[in-house]
T-cell receptor, first 113, second 119 residues
Framework: AQSVTQLGSHVSVSEGALVLLRCNYSSSVPPYLFWYVQYPNQGLQLLLK??????LVKGINGFEAEFKKSETSFHLTKPSAHMSDAAEYFC???????????FGKGTTLSVSS | GAVVSQHPSWVICKSGTSVKIECRSL??????MFWYRQFPKQSLMLMATSNEGSKATYEQGVEKDKFLINHASLTLSTLTVTSAHPEDSSFYIC???????????????FGPGTRLTVL
């Protein structure tokens, strides 16, 4: 069975600081991994996805994530936080492309000035 | 491109009534759509997988007679919450599968969600 664990339900950073949101997965097969962002009362927007190509995946809004099989991790990073990055972030996994996603519990990112 | 809409964006209804939520893929055909439910401050939980022209596949614990799903066309899936009760109040989000030219490029695109409040 597939599962996703997001470490830290709430992360706070200062504007301009590094953003690191942690995600570990459990999968019996090579997974497809995703990061989504959700702003209040809105749906999910895809930030980036890993589909077994390059292990370092670049997404929108300056975010990137690195797939580390040895650590079963897919952490999301951004070098310099912006106030507009404040939102809920979800890591998700699926065993096959196009199938339903299994989501982590989410991490709320707060950015202070 | 790849826009998914939901209607309504929010709805308030009385207990015992039924509510229909529409999910549309605006600029692509989606043979598969997914319905998720999200409680406040929680993650998304898959309710059902909807395939065009066939019966939906429900996740364990989801009452198929209460949450009726219809996927009558390649661009529209509907979720009807029948005899709604306050505990059905939640944020319902759909996603549509965009088939890529290669399997690896398959991507789900999410609608903006529908907030249901049952009084």
């Amino acid at each position: 069975a597939q599962s996703v664990t997001q470490l830290g339900s709430h992360v706070s950073v200062s504007e301009g600081a590094l953003v690191l949101l942690r995600c570990n997965y459990s999968s019996s097969v090579p997974p497809y991994l995703f990061w989504y962002v959700q702003y209040p009362n809105q749906g999910l927007q895809l930030l980036l996805k890993y589909t077994s190509a390059a292990t370092l995946v670049k997404g929108i809004n300056g975010f990137e994530a690195e797939f580390k099989k040895s650590e079963t991790s897919f952490h999301l990073t951004k070098p310099s936080a912006h106030m507009s990055d404040a939102a809920e972030y979800f890591c998700a996994v699926t065993p096959r492309a196009g199938t339903a996603l299994i989501f982590g519990k989410g991490t709320t990112l707060s950015v202070s000035s | 491109g790849a826009v998914v809409s939901q209607h309504p964006s929010w709805v308030i209804c009385k207990s015992g009534t039924s509510v229909k939520i529409e999910c549309r893929s605006l600029d692509f055909q989606a043979t598969t759509m997914f319905w998720y439910r999200q409680f406040p401050k929680q993650s998304l939980m898959l309710m059902a997988t909807s395939n065009e022209g066939s019966k939906a596949t429900y996740e364990q614990g989801v009452e198929k007679d209460k949450f009726l799903i219809n996927h009558a066309s390649l661009t529209l899936s509907t979720l009807t919450v029948t005899s709604a009760h306050p505990e059905d109040s939640s944020f319902y989000i759909c996603s549509a599968r965009l088939r890529g030219e290669r399997e690896l490029s398959d991507t789900q695109y999410f609608g903006p969600g529908t907030r249901l409040t049952v009084l």
